[in-house]
């Protein structure tokens, strides 16, 4: 009963209460998902953000179309880095292994686009969501390909803060793999 509450929330001028709602959502969990799909605002692209925050904080796999999309093409940067993060948080073990490798290689292919993105807060976002993805797959392959891709941002990226993320990212999957 509370959802509709804290997603209403999510549209407010107030960052206070739109974190509150996020969080509360999180702690939700799953079953907030579908009415978040169903409610994210077109106009407010504040309140698309923090829908984007809540659906990547949760990690369930059927927002992982929303969260590409949004990584590729949102007009607001904050919406954009949302997603970013979001699809290195996906519960893959919520699919059947079939359907997690297909997800984990689309958002591979999302967050390697997203590499490119002219700001650099959502790069550094795409990077955050590679190192996570790398960690969290089975598929040596694909974190072989996400770490070339790391390598190349590292070697390219002219913000010195992405390219110290791109390093600690790059030290994580070494420590964890």
């Known amino acids: 009963k509370a959802i509709p509450t804290l997603i209403e929330a999510l549209g407010y ?3 206070g209460a739109a974190a509150g709602a996020v969080k509360g959502l999180i702690n939700l969990g799953d079953v907030s998902v579908p009415y978040l799909l169903q409610q994210i605002d077109g106009y407010n692209y504040g309140a698309r953000a923090w829908a984007t925050r809540a659906l990547a904080g949760i990690g369930h796999p059927s927002a992982l179309d929303h969260l590409q999309e949004t990584a590729l093409r949102d007009f607001s940067l904050s919406v954009r880095r949302s997603a970013a993060k979001g699809l290195g948080y996906i ?7 079939s359907e997690a490798s297909e997800g984990q290689k689309q958002a591979t292919e999302t967050l390697s686009k997203v590499l490119d993105d ?10 955050v969501g ?10 040596q392959s694909l974190v072989n390909s996400i770490v070339e891709k790391l390598d190349h941002q590292l070697e ?6 992405v390219c110290a993320r791109v390093k ?10």
Do not use: F
Request: net charge negative.
């Open 13 to 15: 001028n107030n960052a």
């Open 91 to 97: 519960e893959w073990s919520k699919l059947s292994v």
């Open 118 to 127: 002219p700001e650099w807060v959502v790069r550094y976002a795409a990077v």
């Open 130 to 139: 590679l190192q996570n993805l790398a960690i969290s797959v089975d598929n």
């Open 156 to 161: 390219t990226d002219s913000e010195l803060g």
């Open 168 to 177: 600690l990212a790059l030290a994580e999957i070494d420590r964890e793999l």
